[in-house]
C-alpha cells in the first residue's frame, strides 16, 4: 500500500479527485491543522481508498513529529475496556497510562470500520462518545473511516451527542469508485 498522497491513484474519478484534494488540503498545513484539531469523515464503500488516505495522513503527521495511530474501533473499544480487567491499581494505571500515551491523546487519530463492531450498541456509542469528547476537549484531530454516511451511522447509534461532535470537528468526505482491490 502506497504512503504518499502521489501513490493515491484517482484514476480519472471526480469523487477520488475531490477526496485527494480534500486531503491535500488538510495535510499542506498539518501544523495548522493540528492546531485547529480538524478532523475528517472518510464513507464510502469496500475497497475505494479510505484506508490507504488514513495511512497517508498518519505517516504525514509522524513525519512533523506528531503523534499519531491508525487503529480499528474494535481494537481501540478492545484496548479501552482491557482496563476494566486490571488486577491492581497499579496494572490499571499501566493500562491507562499505555492507553492514552499510544491509542487515546495522540495528535492524528486514525478510527477504522467505525459501525462495524459486534459489540453492544450503548457500549460502543458510550466508548465513541467518550473518545470524541476527549479529542475535542483537548483539541486533538480525528479521522473516521467508515462504510458508513454519517446519517446511516446516526441511525445505528441514535446518539446527537456523536453526531454533535462530528458535525463540530470533521470535514465529510464520500469517496464513490471501485474496489481498488479488485
Not at 484534494?21 to 472518510?42: A, C, F, H, S
Not at 469496500?46 to 495522513?57: E, F, H, W
Not at 499505555?98 to 457500549?123: H, N, P, R, W
Request: negative net charge; glycine residues 6%; contains cysteine.
Amino acid at each position: 500500500m502506497g504512503s504518499e498522497l502521489s501513490d493515491f491513484n484517482t484514476y480519472d474519478n471526480d469523487s477520488l479527485i475531490k477526496a485527494k484534494k480534500t486531503v491535500q488540503d488538510y495535510l499542506v498545513d498539518i501544523d495548522n491543522t493540528r492546531e485547529n484539531g480538524r478532523g475528517l469523515y472518510i464513507h464510502g464503500t469496500n475497497g475505494v481508498g479510505k484506508s490507504m488516505l488514513g495511512s497517508i495522513i498518519v505517516k504525514e503527521a509522524y513525519r512533523h513529529r506528531y503523534t499519531s495511530k491508525r487503529i480499528t474501533f474494535v481494537d481501540y473499544i478492545n484496548e479501552y475496556t482491557r482496563i476494566w480487567k486490571a488486577q491492581s491499581v497499579d496494572e490499571k494505571e499501566t493500562l491507562e497510562d499505555q492507553f492514552y500515551s499510544y491509542i487515546k491523546a495522540v495528535d492524528f487519530l486514525v478510527l477504522e470500520e467505525v459501525g462495524k463492531e459486534q459489540t453492544k450498541i450503548d457500549m460502543a456509542v458510550s466508548i465513541l462518545e467518550d473518545c470524541l469528547r476527549y479529542r475535542e476537549e483537548h483539541g486533538l484531530c480525528t479521522i473516521i473511516c467508515t462504510n458508513l454516511h454519517l446519517k446511516a451511522l446516526m441511525e445505528l447509534y441514535k446518539s446527537k451527542s456523536i453526531e454533535s461532535l462530528m458535525h463540530g470537528s470533521m470535514t465529510p468526505i464520500k469517496i464513490v469508485g471501485e474496489d481498488r482491490r479488485s
